[in-house]
Structure formats: C-alpha cells, structure tokens
C-alpha cells in the first residue's frame, strides 16, 4: 500500500502542469487572435483613411484640371483676340508710318521751297531805304540758311522773317538823329546825320561846310547829293538839323524827299 501510493500521486500531478500548460497556451492564443484581429482593424481604418484621401485627392486634382482647362480656354480667347489687335494695330502703325513719311517729304520740299523764297527778298531788302539795310539782309540770309539746313521750323522762319518786315516798317514811323562819319569825295567828314521816317535823310558837317541829303538815283537805288554850293537849300537844311536836334524852337520845315522815277 505504502509503495503503490506513490506514483498515483506523481501521475497526478503531471497531469495537472500538462493541463496548466495547454490552459495557458489557449489563453495565448487567444491573446494573440485578438492582437491579430485588432491591428488588422486598425490596418483596415488607416487603409480606408488612406483610400478616402486619395479619393479626395484625386477628386480636387480632376476639379484643378478642370479650371485649369477653363482658364486656358480662356487665356486662348483673350491671346487670339489679343493678336488680332496686334494685326489691327500693326496695319495701323504701317498706315500712319506711310502717312508722316509722305507728309515728311511735303513738308521738306515746301521747307526747301519756302527758303528760296525767302532768300530771294535778298535784293529787294538790298534796294530799299538805306539804314541798317545790311542787318536785314544779313537777317533774311540767315533765315533762309537755317531753313535749308532744317535748323529752324518753317512757321519760325515765317515769324522770324515777318519779324524782319515789321522793323523796316516801323522804320517808316519813326525820326532819329546821330553823329557819324560820311565819304564825301575822296574825305571822311565828321557830322550828324537826320533820318525822316524812310524817306529822307540829311547830312551836316560839324563845320557846316558840307550839306547833303539822300536822293533817288534813275536805276532805283540812293546817293548822296551835296549841295554846299546851293545857297538856298544848304540854308534850308541845316535849319532842318537844327529843329531836329532840339537847338532851335519847334517849327514846321521843309525836308527833301526823292520819290522813285517810276512814281514821277
């Protein structure tokens, strides 16, 4: 009895470890099941996720491509209608280009034209009234040159030369009294000069000796003509300088005038 006891008893308890054994490996398994199953879920949230993003993506791509080729159409429109402008404008700018060259060549020919003219009052400016006759002719020529050389505008040249009329008319309206030198003969004489307007002009010597006054000659131009030798007019013309510079009481006189042959 004492010697059979024993290995029932060690059989026992070998039973029971290999049924603790098999339990806690059911349990494990379990555990690891649940594991499984639980980052499969997980797996299969983020997959979702991930395949809900990627849906959207795609759906905000498929929208951009949408009003990107909107747009583009758009832009299409507006640089097709920007080119014809350009062709419009192109065409207009080749019209207009055509048009100032014209007009260019119109306006140099009537530049050239105009200076010719102008230059051509030369001998009429020459032939008149001489005082200060070389300043405007000086003046004429230089308007004239510039405006060949396309210096000046033709309306300046036009101003400028009208400038040049308006003195010599205004020439007309006014009395002048100066000292100065005068050939006579073969002498320099020392006197003062009375200038009437643009139709007279008398010489006095200082010493009184030599009186001249300007006269018309028959092939239209002026000269000198002395006469110390007439009594009568010598008098009559230095009475005339001397109302003229203020050494005498203001009185009406009698001043020489020559009209031109073709006036007689």
Not at 13 to 18: A, D, K, Q, R, V
Not at 74 to 92: H, Q, R
Not at 164 to 177: K, M, S
Request: hydrophobic share 40%; aromatic share 8%.
């Amino acid at each position: 009895m004492k010697f059979s006891f024993l290995p029932k008893m060690l059989l026992c308890l070998g039973l029971t470890g290999i049924f603790a054994q098999a339990q806690e490996t059911v349990e494990s398994v379990r555990r690891q099941i649940k594991a499984v199953e639980a980052e499969t879920a997980r797996e299969k949230s983020m997959h979702d996720a991930e395949k809900k993003r990627h849906a959207d993506f795609v759906e905000v791509g498929r929208k951009k491509v949408q009003n990107l080729s909107a747009q583009n159409k758009v832009l299409k429109a507006e640089i097709d209608s920007l080119n014809t402008e350009i062709k419009k404008l192109a065409a207009a700018r080749s019209k207009t280009n055509g048009s100032i060259k014209f007009f260019e060549g119109k306006k140099a020919k009537y530049a050239d034209s105009l200076a010719t003219v102008i230059d051509s009052l030369v001998p009429f400016f020459e032939a008149d009234f001489p005082y200060r006759t070389d300043e405007a002719v000086k003046s004429i020529q230089e308007i004239a040159s510039m405006l060949h050389k396309g210096l000046i505008e033709t309306d300046d040249a036009l101003n400028r030369t009208m400038e040049v009329f308006y003195d010599r008319i205004r020439l007309g309206y006014t009395t002048e009294v100066w000292k100065g030198f005068l050939q006579v003969d073969a002498r320099n004489v020392a006197g003062t000069y009375l200038r009437y307007g643009a139709v007279a002009s008398v010489f006095v010597g200082n010493d009184g000796n030599d009186v001249l006054f300007l006269t018309r000659t028959d092939d239209g131009g002026y000269a000198w003509k002395n006469v110390s030798e007439d009594l009568a007019m010598r008098t009559v013309l230095k009475d005339v300088m001397k109302v003229a510079e203020g050494k005498t009481a203001p009185r009406l006189v009698t001043i020489p005038v020559s009209i031109p042959k073709e006036a007689r």
